[in-house]
């Protein structure tokens, strides 16, 4: 179906990003966000996305937010469930709200702009 579909229905792609302070590629680098995400839309471009940010420094000792949860890509604003955490993070549970900050459909190159609110216990 991924051929021939507009949405690419069916693709599956793995990511091991560079998580930053913010949206400039110079910006200080946190940690990585690692994961994969599925086209599950035969009619509008929506993914499906299994992401772990993983935080590197040292006060964060490698410790993880996994999101899971439906993304339509092309829609501004976007919200997607934190599932849960290691390390510091254990037993989180909230929600990131995303925003393109840069996209090439040619590349498949984005930036994307995260905002965590999160209720540890």
Known sequence: MTNKSPT?????????DP????????????GRAQGFYGSVGLKSMALLMDM?????SPK???????????NPVLKTYRELPIVGGTGVFQ?????????TY???LTTGDAVVEYNLIAGHY
């Open 8 to 16: 690419l229905f069916g693709a599956v792609i793995m990511i091991d």
């Open 19 to 30: 998580l930053t302070e913010g949206p400039d590629l110079e910006s200080p680098l946190v």
């Open 52 to 56: 772990n940010l993983v935080f590197m």
């Open 60 to 70: 964060y000792n490698c410790s993880t937010l996994s999101i899971l949860g439906r």
């Open 91 to 99: 037993l989180v549970s909230g929600i990131a709200t995303a925003k």
């Open 102 to 104: 840069f996209l090439n």
